[in-house]
């Protein structure tokens, strides 16, 4: 590969260093300088991740060439302060909350830098549009943006300096605002995630993944890629004990690498481990993998039909799981009822966006125990699963929980894990793999896709006599969660409202779209949408208001959950009377829609987002500042 000579100056320190030409400034200042604060979240300059300071501007550095940055004055999240010192902006971080996963805080503090170097009275429309190129999954930005207005007037005396203090706490710290522990390590950049870990001698693994959404494999072909130079191993499902290949959540369906033939479209197929990442992505686009395409199947209600493409033998009509539940006497319920309402809801697919793709390394320790390092939310099981799959006791198999930068339930299956054991074990030195954006998408399970078909039945009082709840969900090419989500999304269909009369199905089906995990809600999303949509439509067929049909059948002390447990606590009653008193609430039926509504535009709601400049260069009055 090509060298280039780069001299720079990187947090007041003058660097002069030969490194690959094709790389981005990104790569040059986390793989040859060590400053993993800037961190790779898309790759492609969309979620400022990756910010630093070039030349006293923002710059997203992956997108840009390090020989651009030949000459420059390079300030990274490291050299914002002292060693064990924090800036006010970063101890506003601290104070207010603003991190949790913490993947996004570096370009984020950095952003927020560059806010109040460019202009330091911004108000908070400024603030919102500054730091508008810098994505955060977690916090839901409010954190962030009182964080830079507590730096601002801090920084600009309006503030005293202990205001970046933690709050005394007196006798108890409940109902006390605490700042996190880890926050600092966060703001400042040091915190390391799985990405950011280097081992001596370690090796990087990269994986060929299926184009196909289901086809037989025919032959795979890696004569090529072994061939290459600089290429340690190359990895197959023959590397992986036929007898034990197989994990999941609740059924062990899913093999390290696809054995025998692919299901969806971005299953590994087989993978690579090189001295350097360019080798391995060379070597993977040598390796031929025949295939022989079969019919597919998309459609979770086509996949249950006689005749539907079999995603796996052992699953009858594709089925991964049903769970149903019954209550009372449905159709005496039905027959009981003044009114009847029918109809049918949908919900998509939805990736998880956590901003840090997937990574993680694997080695051998010198006891020969079997060690992967990755940011994983079910690292109990999975070293159980692995244990298992590789035939070792469970005291020979070791999983460290990285940093996690975002996961929802996303990171809770274990996709890659398995494949950097192998390669360590197969080649005897560490091995890292880091997904792109696009692999985190196209490979990592998804929110399940749901149609849920509704039959209510009311009297005029509106109280409900029965409920039919019908839900059909795609599990995807892999069970992974789909078994929990069911059971969930069945155990919350009706809401927490008592029903004497219930018949509820919750179904997952195989299909050969990506698959379905775990996700926020686990299955309660996608319940509650329905049920609560259907209790509003209730109330304005009732022309009831939709307060107090709630307060009709809202579950209360004594009540029977769907599930026929006895509550001895409820406080849905408290919940409703708080929400409709802070809200202001309009009372009646809902049919009053939009800027009509007298609850609309007060001090404590919120405005709807308008498209649009926030604020212009020359005057600007923001909250009563003038810019």
Not at 294 to 323: Q, W
């Amino acid at each position: 590969m090509p060298k280039l000579k780069i001299d720079l100056e990187v947090n007041n320190r003058k660097v002069s260093k030969e490194t690959d030409a094709h790389k981005r400034l990104l790569d040059f200042l986390r793989d040859d300088l060590n400053l993993t604060g800037a961190k790779e979240g898309c790759g492609a300059g969309e979620c400022g991740t990756c910010s630093v300071f070039v030349d006293g501007k923002l710059v997203k550095s992956c997108l840009m060439p390090v020989a651009k940055a030949a000459g420059t004055k390079i300030e990274t999240i490291e050299g914002l302060a002292d060693p064990g010192k924090l800036t006010p902006m970063q101890k506003a971080f601290h104070k207010t909350g603003a991190s949790q996963c913490g993947y996004c805080i570096p370009g984020m503090v950095m952003a927020a830098t560059s806010a109040l170097r460019e202009n330091p009275s911004a108000g908070i429309e400024e603030i919102k549009e500054r730091l508008g190129g810098n994505i955060c999954r977690c916090t839901g930005y409010t954190k962030i943006f009182e964080a830079v207005e507590l730096a601002r007037d801090v920084i600009a005396g309006d503030m005293p300096q202990e205001a970046l203090e933690e709050d005394a706490v007196g006798s108890s710290y409940i109902g006390h605002n605490v700042r996190r522990i880890d926050a600092p390590s966060k703001v400042s950049g040091r915190l390391r995630y799985a990405a950011d870990v280097k081992m001596h001698d370690m090796l990087q693994l990269q994986v060929l993944r299926s184009p196909h959404p289901h086809a037989k494999i025919i032959s795979i072909d890696t004569s090529d890629a072994e061939a290459m130079e600089g290429v340690v191993c190359v990895l197959t499902s023959d590397d992986v004990p036929v007898e034990t290949d197989g994990f999941g959540v609740f059924v062990h369906d899913q093999p390290i690498m696809a054995r025998g033939k692919v299901r969806h479209v971005g299953e590994a197929v087989a993978a690579v481990a090189a001295e350097d990442l360019v080798t391995a992505r060379r070597a993977v686009a040598k390796i031929k993998v025949v295939y022989e395409e079969l019919p597919g199947v998309f459609d979770p209600v086509e996949a249950m039909k006689s005749g539907a493409a079999v995603v796996h033998e052992y699953a009858e009509n594709n089925v991964v799981k049903h769970i149903p539940v019954r209550k009372g006497d449905v159709e005496a319920g039905f027959a009981n009822a003044d009114i009847v309402l029918e109809d049918d809801f949908s919900t998509q697919q939805v990736e998880h966006a956590y901003l840090e793709p997937e990574a993680g390394i694997a080695y051998v320790d010198p006891d020969d125990v079997i060690v992967v390092m990755s940011p994983s939310q079910n690292i109990t099981h999975h070293r159980h699963m692995l244990a298992h799959i590789l035939g070792k006791p469970i005291n020979k198999v070791r999983f460290i929980m990285s940093a996690v930068g975002g996961g929802f339930g996303g990171k809770e299956d274990m996709i890659y894990q398995g494949m950097l054991a192998i390669a360590a074990i197969k080649t005897n030195r560490p091995v890292q793999l880091n997904f792109t954006r696009e692999e985190s998408i196209i490979a990592s399970a998804k929110r399940h896709p749901s149609r849920v078909h509704y039959k209510m039945g009311l009297k005029w009082n509106g109280e409900i006599t029965a409920i039919q709840f019908d839900m059909v969900s795609d599990g995807g090419a892999y069970g992974m969660s789909s078994e929990g989500v069911m059971r969930k999304a069945a155990i919350l269909s009706c809401g927490p409202y008592e029903v004497h009369n219930l018949s509820v199905d919750t179904t997952a089906v195989y299909t050969n779209n990506t698959p379905s995990g775990a996700f926020r809600t686990f299955g309660g999303m996608q319940a509650q949408f329905a049920t609560e949509s259907m209790m509003d439509m209730a109330a304005e067929a009732l022309e009831m208001d939709p307060f107090e049909i709630r307060r009709v059948n809202m579950m209360k002390i004594g009540s029977k959950t769907h599930t026929q447990h006895e509550l001895s606590a409820a406080s849905l009653d408290r919940c409703l009377d708080a929400a409709e008193k802070e809200s202001r609430w309009e009372k009646g039926t809902p049919n009053v829609r939009g800027d009509k509504r007298s609850d609309l535009g007060g001090d404590d709601t919120r405005a709807p987002c308008t498209l649009g400049a926030r604020f212009t260069n020359d005057k600007h009055t923001d909250n009563e500042r003038v810019v």
